[in-house]
C-alpha cells in the first residue's frame, strides 16, 4: 500500500513580497529550500499563519542568501509581506518505508527566513 506523508516543512517562514504580475507560484531562497531538502518544481503547500489560507503552487528557485519567500500570481492575494507561513511538501511511499521516514523540518530564525 502505497500512502503520503509528511516530507519537507519550513515553518513560520515570513512572506517577504507578494507580485501579483507574476506567473504563478512561490519564489524560495534556494538555501531555504538545499536545507529542507526541496526542488524548483516541487509541488507545495503553502499555509498562511495570519489569514488561514491554505493553497496548492510549486517553487521557483530565489537568490540563494537572500531569505526570499515571495507568492506570484493568483497566490498573491492569498497573503501580504510580513505574513507567516508554513511551506509543505509530501512525499509518497510504501507504507511500510513511512514508518521510519523522517521528515527535513526547517524552523527559521524569526523573522529572517534565514538558518
Not at 506523508?5 to 515570513?14: E, P, T
Not at 491554505?54 to 507568492?71: A, P
Not at 505574513?83 to 523540518?105: C, G, L, N, Q, R
Amino acid at each position: 500500500m502505497q500512502i503520503e506523508v509528511l516530507k519537507s516543512k519550513i515553518h513560520r517562514a515570513v512572506i517577504t513580497e507578494a507580485n501579483l504580475n507574476y506567473v504563478g507560484s512561490l519564489t524560495l531562497d534556494e538555501d531555504l529550500m538545499d536545507v529542507a531538502n526541496l526542488i524548483e518544481g516541487e509541488k507545495i503547500q503553502v499555509v498562511n499563519v495570519n489569514n488561514g489560507e491554505r493553497i496548492e503552487t510549486y517553487i521557483i528557485k530565489g537568490k540563494r542568501g537572500s531569505g526570499t519567500v515571495c507568492l506570484n500570481g493568483p497566490a498573491a492575494r492569498k497573503g501580504a509581506t510580513g505574513d507567516v507561513v508554513i511551506i509543505i511538501s509530501y512525499a509518497t511511499m510504501d507504507f511500510e518505508e513511512a514508518k521510519t521516514f523522517k521528515p527535513w523540518v526547517v524552523f527559521p530564525k524569526e523573522g529572517l527566513n534565514k538558518l
